[in-house]
């Protein structure tokens, strides 16, 4: 396997400057990322899928994603689709607000003890709904209530969160069947496969479009052109970068 | 503490990165946030930046009307970025790394809660951002 970023859960927050949901969206996520599911998740600031690069606007087809806006706008949900790919699963907060009949949130800087228990409604929300992306059983009864302002004591474990920019995923274009695809993880792979040696035939076209798979939907009916087109590619990284390691 | 009014076209509009997984994106906010509700509540107001980045025609016609301050916590710059993909041109760009570069003593904590050290640049940061919008208010008075 190539060295790409782990699989997990990826989490795209409206973080709406303008609102008081748009601040729980933020906040919700975040418990999400350090304290309920730390190493199932990750996230990318939304407007990187704008001023980002194409590793960025790659986000949503590598890691199934969790799309959380704050109003009926969904600005998170209709980027994630509109610059990377569709998401797993969207919450709107106001939805969720309406649902539940949780008290309406209030502040920009700084939740009232209302956005303080909606931002952990929903991040328990998020956190069943990892679960279920990733397969795991969910555990019942794990809720956490609301931390109230005075609360200052840190969880042991806490993981601090970070963004995904720059380190998203690598990604090529290829010519195939005469129009241009995008292959995720492609130039991590051909890296793999230039270190191991392996030397660029059918052989080593079939073991690449093993890998290629893995990351991305290859319609069968366009393998053949897939296949062509990855041993291409990688007999130009070879000729690029000259032969590694010992040929087989 | 009232929101800030968003009716006034003279106001300045101070629009944070999004910064949701850099501490430095979080005292851009707090900065922003401090502007906004406590230093010159009166001169200023905000829009999503998500809106932005979705190409939403009232937000992006009022960053092509109203001046406006871009805060960045990261090189990627995202706020600057999607202001001019609106068609606006930033009357200002401030960057929290350069307000951690003049004071190396604050070490910032973590992204949900930035610390002492992350309010107090957070607190520089907006006190120099207060002073443009009073030239940029001035400048058009």
């Not at chain 1, 392996?198 to 990351?215: I, P, R, S």
Request: proline share 5%; with cysteine.
């Amino acid at each position: 396997m190539p060295d790409l970023p782990e699989k997990k859960v990826g989490l795209i927050a409206c973080s709406g400057e303008d609102l008081a949901v748009g601040t729980v969206s933020r906040m919700a996520v975040l418990q999400v990322l350090e304290r309920l599911r730390p190493q199932e998740t990750v996230t990318l600031c939304l407007p990187l899928f704008l001023a980002g690069e194409e590793r960025e606007r790659a986000f949503a087809r590598f890691y199934p994603t969790i799309a959380i806006d704050g109003c009926s706008k969904r600005c998170a949900a209709r980027a994630t689709e509109k610059y990377s790919a569709q998401p797993a699963a969207s919450l709107v907060i106001d939805d969720l607000i309406a649902q539940k009949g949780l008290p309406e949130p209030h502040g920009l800087r700084q939740l009232d003890a209302a956005g303080q228990a909606v931002a952990q409604a929903v991040a328990n929300a998020l956190a069943q709904e990892v679960d279920r992306l990733l397969g795991h059983k969910q555990p019942a009864d794990i809720e956490v209530e609301a931390e109230g302002p005075g609360s200052e004591v840190e969880p042991e474990g806490l993981v601090v969160a970070t963004c995904a920019c720059g380190s998203g995923i690598p990604v090529a274009q290829l010519q195939v069947n005469g129009h241009q695809v995008e292959a995720l993880a492609l130039p991590a792979i051909l890296d793999q496969f230039r270190e191991m040696g392996k030397l660029a035939n059918n052989a080593t076209a079939g073991e690449l479009m093993d890998a290629v798979k893995l990351y991305n939907h290859v319609p069968d009916d366009e393998a053949a052109a897939w296949h062509e087109a990855v041993l291409r590619e990688y007999a130009r990284t070879i000729t690029a970068a000259g032969p590694a390691g010992n040929a087989d | 503490m009232s929101e800030p009014k968003q009716t006034d076209n003279d106001r300045v509009l101070i629009i944070p990165c999004s910064g949701i997984g850099k501490a430095f994106g979080s005292v851009g906010r707090e900065a922003a946030y401090l502007v906004l509700e406590e230093l010159r509540p009166d001169d200023t107001a905000t829009v999503c930046l998500s809106l932005l980045t979705m190409g939403d025609e009232e937000s992006q016609q009022r960053v092509r009307e109203q001046r406006s301050i871009a805060i960045d916590g990261c090189p990627k710059a995202c706020a600057r970025v999607n202001i001019e993909h609106a068609g606006a041109e930033p009357a200002a760009i401030f960057r929290v790394f350069d307000v951690f570069r003049a004071h190396k003593e604050l070490r910032v904590k973590q992204v949900s809660d930035i610390g002492e050290n992350g309010r107090e640049m957070a607190r520089i940061l907006a006190e120099e951002v207060a002073v443009k919008v009073d030239e940029l208010r001035g400048g058009k008075e």
